[in-house]
């Protein structure tokens, strides 16, 4: 069986769930405090010498770390990834955007409002998660407002990498609702079979 070293509250983590779930796939998960230095413990750095999560377990005992190569792995072969090269090159182009112009703002104010307290001084760093983070949300709702998924008319991979922090991205401090194309692109995630809440061990 697979096995998924996670942490609930991570959205990297809950792509990997997300997928794993829609593809029927059965998987065991170990729950691993990021707050608590778990994942810098000498036996899970020997898994993944880089100390994050996700990180995932073959049945063979290989090891693949970084949540988009993860749900690319997961995907291939699968109605999740495209077959069309251009197409299956779209889905990385967003991949890459989620990780590069998105994560690092999004996901990184929800964590500094949800996880630090009022005084820590990473709070001096959400301003320009606002500004960087906006920015990129204008740019799905602008893709968004003439299609509805990422690529093609069709939900994959892109559409689960970008939509795990986006969806709970109010939990950082950002207002949604500016973006009603978005909104109906959640409504439509969450109607896909195998659906489950980032809350969801």
Request: glycine residues 6%.
């Amino acid at each position: 069986m697979l096995t998924l070293y996670d942490y609930l509250f991570s959205g990297n983590g809950y792509k990997v769930r997300l997928l794993l779930r829609q593809l029927g796939r059965p998987f065991r998960r170990i729950e691993l405090d990021i707050d608590k230095g778990e994942t810098r413990t000498a036996d899970f750095l020997a898994k993944n010498p880089n100390g994050r999560v996700p990180t995932l377990e073959l049945e063979d005992g290989r090891l693949l770390a970084e949540s988009g190569a993860i749900l690319w792995y997961l995907a291939d072969g699968s109605a999740f990834l495209p077959t069309e090269a251009f197409q299956r090159a779209q889905v990385l182009q967003w991949m890459f955007f989620e990780q590069y112009s998105h994560e690092p703002y999004v996901a990184v104010a929800r964590y500094i409002k949800q996880h630090l307290p009022a005084d820590s001084p990473r709070y001096e760093e959400l301003p320009k998660c606002y500004e960087k983070g906006a920015a990129a949300l204008a740019v799905m709702e602008a893709h968004l407002a003439k299609r509805p998924f990422f690529v093609g008319d069709s939900y994959s991979i892109a559409d689960i990498a970008l939509y795990a922090y986006s969806h709970v991205a109010e939990e950082g401090g950002f207002d949604l609702a500016p973006y009603p194309a978005m909104a109906a692109w959640f409504a439509r995630i969450e109607a896909q079979p195998g659906y489950s809440q980032i809350t969801e061990g």
